[in-house]
């Protein structure tokens, strides 16, 4: 059985190898030994912290194979995005440009950097292996946080923003970064992702253009990468958008990529997943799959079960998921549909 649950530091070789595969461009998960291990430390702790608002605290969550203890997937949330330091973007907009002697009246989209999603929540460090996209324990992976976040509000923002990885070839070049960035630091995109990995995306956020871009007189594939999502960000990015995420307000400042963003109490499986008591027993065959979470903390818990349940009504679990997600007869979980 695959199960959701906060990551440990016994986890750490683990997960070093799932970030060795992760797509270029995922920098809050960087295949480095030191900043992975400062990643989890600062997941237990938040974990442990009692807190009554999002401020500094990251979640880090793992999913794991409980029979063989190998992990196939990850994903984070960071309760504050630039709660240390400005969380940039670019923010698409259009400017008016108008002459009434000519009777000419053009709307031009430009990009603007800006800091507007700094304090919202941020969904991090996805990673699903591959033999397991586009099945329900992707879906697990993703909106198992989700089930998380809506158990223990309070350490969240009201509002929720994820940087989907944009556009790169097989090479690892990035025409956005080419067109934007590579014009104020010396080297490729990879090398700039790299870096961003281990130390802050900030400092190089921070030597980027304050001035509005044009995006006409960006080359032709650059503006074609804006918004544009990398083969291996698609499986979370159509999962966000069944969430009701929305993309049409900001891009990432490197590679372009979608920056989607959303009010915590408007996501699907914040709204509409339910608080329903727990009985122990055979579930009925031919139900449909749920994602089923505890109402735990540190040992918060998320699995796939197919259950027929109906509203209004206790859950029956097997003995095998009550097991799994730490529950005895009678205990509360929460459900949502797959």
Request: charge should be negative.
């Amino acid at each position: 059985m695959l199960v959701m649950r906060p990551a440990q530091m016994a986890d750490l070789a683990e997960v070093q190898r799932l970030a060795a595969d992760s797509p270029v461009g995922v920098t809050s998960l960087p295949d480095d030994a030191d900043r992975l291990r400062e990643k989890i430390a600062a997941s237990e702790a938040s974990f442990s912290a009692e807190v009554s608002f999002n401020g500094e605290e990251s979640y880090f969550f793992v999913l794991e194979d409980s029979e063989s203890g190998r992990l196939v997937g990850c994903s984070g949330i960071v309760a504050s995005a630039g709660y240390s330091e400005p969380f940039y973007s670019f923010r698409n907009e259009t400017f008016v440009h108008n002459s009434r002697e000519l009777k000419i009246h053009n709307k031009i989209h430009v990009l603007s950097l800006c800091h507007d999603l700094t304090g919202n929540s941020l969904l991090t460090s996805f990673y699903v292996d591959r033999s397991l996209v586009d099945t329900a324990w992707s879906e697990l992976n993703s909106r198992g946080r989700l089930l998380f976040l809506a158990n223990h509000p309070e350490r969240f923002a009201d509002a929720l923003v994820v940087e989907i990885v944009g556009h790169s070839d097989e090479a690892g070049d990035s025409p956005f970064w080419d067109a934007v960035g590579r014009n104020f630091f010396d080297m490729n995109y990879t090398e700039a992702e790299r870096i961003c990995g281990l130390k802050s995306r900030t400092f190089l956020a921070e030597l980027m253009p304050h001035y509005p871009i044009y995006v006409p007189l960006l080359p032709d594939d650059a503006q074609e990468a804006m918004g544009q999502v990398h083969p291996r960000a698609q499986i979370s990015f159509d999962i966000l958008m069944r969430e009701g995420f929305e993309t049409d307000h900001y891009i990432d400042i490197f590679d372009g990529g979608p920056t989607l963003h959303a009010r915590t109490s408007g996501i699907r499986s914040i709204a509409q997943s339910r608080v329903v008591p727990v009985r122990i027993g055979e579930p009925v065959k031919g139900g449909r799959p749920y994602l089923v979470s505890n109402g735990q903390l540190q040992d918060f818990r998320a699995i796939v079960a197919d259950l027929d349940w109906v509203p209004g009504k206790p859950v029956t679990l097997s003995f095998a998921a009550a097991e799994a997600l730490g529950v005895g007869e009678g205990v509360s979980v929460r459900l949502v549909a797959v």
